[in-house]
């Protein structure tokens, strides 16, 4: 009896942790409707583009702000200047704008550090 009773207990976990494992990942973008002037949280100062995407961390004030993500940093803007996109319907143009402006963040923390070795 104990057996059957710790079969089904088994059943029922391995159950659950399949149902958890095939929960979608639901991510949203921003695509930025006009130019903006943001300060990263890591100080740099950057102008983005209208046109540029970036992943949603959060949205704040009663969603009057949004939290938008550039590879480690993010930074904060108007909600009214972006259009909310699900992954599902990125392009890929908007992906490239993304990973573009990635890598010119990371070029240019690269530089900052080596510039910050030299001292």
């Known amino acids: 009896m104990a057996n059957r009773l710790v079969l089904v207990i088994l059943i029922l976990v391995l159950g659950c942790s399949l149902q958890a494992a095939e929960k979608k990942r639901f991510v949203l973008y921003a695509m930025l409707t006009a130019n903006a002037d943001v300060r ?6 950057w102008v983005m583009d209208k046109g ?3 992943p949603v961390v959060m ?9 938008l993500q550039l590879a480690g940093a993010t ?3 108007e909600a009214a200047i972006v ?7 990125l392009t890929p143009e908007q ?8 890598q010119h963040y990371l070029d240019g923390r690269a530089e900052k550090w080596k510039a910050e070795q030299a001292k």
């Open 52 to 54: 540029d995407t970036f």
């Open 75 to 77: 930074f904060t803007t």
């Open 95 to 102: 992906v490239a704008t993304y990973r573009n402006n990635v």
């Open 40 to 45: 990263l949280n890591d100080g740099a100062h």
């Open 59 to 67: 949205f704040k004030e009663q969603q009057t702000k949004v939290v």
């Open 83 to 89: 259009k909310v996109i699900e992954e599902k319907d």
